[in-house]
């Protein structure tokens, strides 16, 4: 069984530039969530969908910070305009049902947001 | 609001050692605790998960307890190798509500030295 891909790996942009993360969970799962982790801390989840629909977004900074899940597979969260503390791994995470269910999540690779 | 600790955070052991990690988190009301693995450069992989209701779950060399009472988990770890060497995360999901976020600790940074 694939994982959850993620694309790019790696990005390096300026502030006040833009940048968009991909992200294809699992297949056959429904919940997808994106998660932020700044070094040395654990992950902060930023939103989650259950299929196409927001589940929870209290944490995502929504003056800058977007994200779309399009027909209920793929996702993408945007930064616009990118400030120096978005500086992180951005990881993209999908389960089975809403995590009430107790499904485990499982993680992609993450992207390595690095803004100077 | 619920708050996640792990200590220590960071070990380093020889190899062949028994360790203990150890979580503790603030709201004992919680879903389920999950333990991950993260290689440096690398996403989580899921370790265990266990829910309120259980006491510990096992997977090969790996069991985790769950004390929900008192708010702790310990990872044991038997006869560390050092492919065992990573961060270790702990994450706890609330119970209840629509509440379904995971919140993490910072993670304990193993090393296991041949």
């Known amino acids: 069984e694939a994982g959850v891909a993620q694309s790019p790996r790696y990005k390096i942009i300026e502030k006040r530039q833009s940048v968009a993360f991909w992200c294809n969970p699992i297949?056959?799962?429904?919940?997808l969530y994106w998660y932020q982790q700044i070094l040395g801390q654990g992950p902060k989840l930023l939103i989650q969908?259950?299929?196409?629909?927001?589940?929870?977004d209290s944490q995502l900074p929504k003056d800058r910070f977007s994200a779309e899940r399009l027909k209920g597979v793929d996702s993408t969260l945007k930064i616009q305009p990118a400030k120096l503390e978005d500086s992180a791994v951005y990881l993209c995470a999908s389960s089975l049902g809403l995590a009430g269910g107790g499904y485990e999540q499982y993680f992609g690779p993450g992207t390595r947001l690095t803004v100077t | 609001k619920q708050e996640v600790t792990q200590i220590p955070a960071a070990l380093s052991v020889p190899e062949g050692e028994n360790l203990v990690l150890n979580c503790s988190f603030t709201?004992?009301?919680?879903?389920?605790l999950q333990w991950f693995r993260q290689d440096p450069g690398k996403g989580l992989t899921s370790l265990l998960l266990i829910q309120s209701s259980q006491r510990e779950q096992t997977s090969g060399r790996l069991n985790a307890s769950l004390d929900k009472s008192s708010g702790r988990s310990t990872l044991y770890i038997a006869a560390s190798q050092p492919g065992d060497s990573a961060t270790y995360l702990c994450?706890?999901?609330?119970?209840?509500?629509?509440?379904?976020?995971?919140?993490f600790g910072k993670g304990t940074l193993l090393t296991v030295n041949p």
């Open positions: 297949s056959g799962h429904a919940t």
């Open positions: 994450a706890v999901r609330p119970g209840g509500g629509s509440n379904y976020k995971l919140t």
């Open positions: 969908f259950q299929n196409n629909g927001v589940v929870d």
């Open positions: 709201d004992s009301a919680i879903y389920n």
